[in-house]
């Protein structure tokens, strides 16, 4: 890929409108050439070969228009893609036809929470996209292309989106506890560390609406605390740690202690229930990835614009993100390759962005306008560009593991949520959560 050319320098007001506007649409997310390379052994009735794309939830390429852009830049490809709703689905079909080398798309997506296992089992199934004189490894933040990269250097998949946190919140309801609404007054409220949110919350629950709760899920609030950890799951070595991880016992202590003290709405996350509870403003805050504000606009409706702000997280942390490979086995390889480089080169993330909210993993896009200038007219014209940059530079390198969303499930169903919704204490709750998980292991 090669170095970002710069866009054409358009209004704040024309990106920020834009921005808004697209987002509410997303839920959860250089130079090409003629395409008369590889890839001849499958070709449309038109003569142009077909390029496959095997993807799981939304992941917007096809909406931002991305597609139909390489299409008009390469006059011989044509691209389609399939998706599968769920990564649970997804991923299974994923594994089941890597072993047995078919019914792969010449394109497939890899989410961050298997990414390390596929780096790990499944590396030789893949194409080496870092050899590519078209790929550049310094235009993706070093932990991202690192998660993507075998111990002994082969990069098997490259990077398209993170998701760095903010906390979006209310400010109707911290009105009404006599909390600040100002988003730099209410970053300063818990600035560095989880406890000090707890803290805000209590004040909350002491002088907020009665029918409000101070956070939507202790699931949710476990999972933006652990993300903001230094270490999860796995050591550097790649040996199990989280029954002996302090940061895990810390990210467990904060989301225990807000479900014991009846801070949270008791909700799950990404269920109808939830979606309701959004919609009514039932909670004051939620854990914001970038890609929690499109949703946001969709569940909470015309009714809600303006009422949500988004400040910072009270430390920067990464939830979600996702990545491309080409599997070895793919139709057309050379193509594959050609194409996964273009459509994550950091002008094509921030078109993404721009079109549909997914925050860009190349911080070469950051310097952009399409980025640094993005505002959110329905969180009071929030500049997200600025505020997920900046949580995003913070993002802590982790060592991800090959079963580290196996572990973070179960310590969440089996242990958080059980705390919240059937009064376990926490040390009978985590002594359940290490059972789930030890099981799933197979240990």
Same mark, same amino acid.
Request: charged share 25%; hydrophobic share 35%; net charge negative.
């Given at each position: 890929?090669?170095?970002?050319?710069?866009?054409?320098?358009?209004?704040r007001?024309?990106m920020a409108?834009?921005?808004?506007?697209?987002?509410g649409?997303?839920?959860?997310?250089?130079?090409?050439?003629?395409g008369s390379?590889?890839?001849?052994?499958r070709?449309?009735?038109?003569?142009?070969?077909?390029?496959?794309?095997g993807l799981?939830?939304?992941?917007?390429f096809?909406?931002?228009?991305?597609?139909?852009?390489?299409?008009?830049?390469?006059?011989?490809?044509?691209?389609?893609?399939?998706?599968?709703?769920?990564?649970?689905?997804?991923?299974?079909?994923?594994?089941?036809?890597?072993a047995?080398?078919?019914g792969?798309?010449?394109?497939?997506?890899v989410?961050?929470?298997?990414?390390?296992?596929?780096t790990?089992?499944?590396?030789?199934?893949?194409?080496?996209?870092?050899?590519?004189?078209?790929?550049?490894p310094g235009?993706?933040f070093?932990?991202?292309?690192q998660?993507?990269?075998t111990a002994?250097g082969?990069?098997?998949?490259?990077?398209?989106?993170?998701?760095?946190?903010?906390i979006?919140?209310?400010?109707?309801h911290?009105?009404?506890?006599?909390?600040?609404?100002?988003?730099?007054e209410v970053?300063?409220l818990?600035?560095?560390d989880?406890r000090? /949110?707890l803290?805000? @919350?209590?004040r909350?629950m002491? #002088?907020? =609406?009665?029918?409000? !709760?101070w956070? %939507?899920? *202790?699931?949710g609030?476990?999972?933006?605390?652990?993300?903001?950890?230094?270490?999860r799951? /796995?050591?550097?070595? @790649?040996?199990?740690?989280?029954? #002996?991880? =302090?940061?895990?016992? !810390?990210a467990? %202590?904060? *989301?225990?202690?807000?479900?014991?003290?009846?801070?949270?709405?008791?909700?799950?996350?990404?269920t109808?229930?939830?979606?309701k509870?959004?919609?009514?403003?039932?909670?004051?805050?939620?854990?914001?990835?970038?890609?929690?504000?499109?949703?946001?606009?969709?569940?909470?409706g015309?009714?809600?614009?303006g009422?949500?702000?988004?400040?910072?997280?009270?430390?920067?942390?990464?939830?979600?993100?996702?990545?491309?490979?080409v599997?070895?086995?793919?139709?057309?390889?050379?193509?594959?390759?050609?194409?996964?480089?273009w459509?994550?080169?950091?002008?094509?993330?921030?078109?993404?962005?721009?079109e549909r909210?997914s925050?860009?993993?190349?911080?070469?896009?950051?310097?952009?306008?399409?980025?640094?200038?993005?505002?959110h007219?329905?969180f009071?014209?929030?500049?997200?560009?600025?505020?997920?940059?900046?949580?995003?530079?913070?993002?802590?390198?982790?060592?991800?593991?090959?079963?580290?969303?196996?572990?973070?499930?179960?310590i969440s169903?089996?242990?958080?949520?059980?705390?919240?919704q059937?009064?376990?204490?926490?040390?009978?709750?985590?002594?359940?959560?290490?059972?789930?998980?030890?099981n799933?292991?197979?240990?």
């Amino acid at each position: 890929m090669t170095r970002m050319a710069r866009r054409t320098r358009r209004s704040r007001h024309r990106m920020a409108a834009a921005v808004a506007a697209t987002l509410g649409a997303a839920l959860v997310a250089g130079c090409a050439d003629d395409g008369s390379g590889g890839g001849a052994e499958r070709a449309g009735s038109d003569g142009r070969t077909t390029l496959t794309v095997g993807l799981f939830g939304t992941f917007g390429f096809q909406e931002a228009g991305l597609y139909e852009e390489y299409e008009r830049l390469n006059p011989g490809i044509a691209i389609e893609q399939t998706v599968v709703e769920r990564n649970e689905n997804y991923y299974p079909q994923l594994l089941t036809r890597l072993a047995s080398d078919s019914g792969l798309a010449d394109v497939q997506a890899v989410e961050v929470d298997n990414i390390a296992e596929v780096t790990a089992t499944q590396a030789d199934k893949f194409v080496d996209l870092g050899e590519r004189s078209d790929v550049n490894p310094g235009d993706w933040f070093d932990w991202k292309w690192q998660q993507g990269t075998t111990a002994d250097g082969k990069t098997i998949a490259l990077g398209t989106d993170i998701g760095p946190m903010a906390i979006c919140y209310r400010k109707d309801h911290f009105e009404a506890a006599g909390l600040p609404t100002d988003r730099a007054e209410v970053s300063r409220l818990w600035a560095g560390d989880w406890r000090k /949110y707890l803290d805000t @919350g209590k004040r909350f629950m002491a #002088d907020g =609406p009665d029918d409000v !709760a101070w956070v %939507d899920s *202790a699931g949710g609030l476990y999972s933006a605390a652990i993300a903001s950890a230094e270490s999860r799951y /796995y050591d550097a070595d @790649g040996d199990i740690v989280y029954q #002996d991880n =302090p940061e895990v016992r !810390a990210a467990w %202590d904060i *989301a225990t202690t807000a479900a014991e003290e009846g801070m949270t709405a008791k909700q799950e996350q990404f269920t109808p229930p939830w979606d309701k509870a959004m919609n009514n403003g039932t909670f004051a805050t939620l854990s914001c990835p970038a890609w929690m504000l499109g949703y946001i606009q969709d569940k909470g409706g015309e009714q809600s614009e303006g009422l949500w702000d988004v400040a910072d997280a009270p430390r920067p942390g990464n939830w979600g993100g996702s990545f491309l490979g080409v599997p070895e086995s793919a139709p057309h390889k050379e193509e594959a390759a050609k194409f996964v480089a273009w459509l994550t080169a950091p002008e094509q993330q921030a078109t993404l962005f721009e079109e549909r909210g997914s925050f860009p993993s190349s911080p070469a896009s950051y310097d952009t306008p399409t980025v640094s200038d993005a505002a959110h007219d329905y969180f009071g014209k929030a500049p997200i560009g600025e505020i997920f940059a900046r949580a995003a530079e913070g993002i802590p390198t982790q060592h991800i593991g090959p079963k580290d969303q196996i572990i973070a499930e179960n310590i969440s169903r089996s242990g958080v949520r059980q705390v919240e919704q059937k009064g376990l204490s926490p040390d009978e709750a985590w002594d359940e959560a290490v059972k789930a998980v030890e099981n799933a292991l197979g240990r």
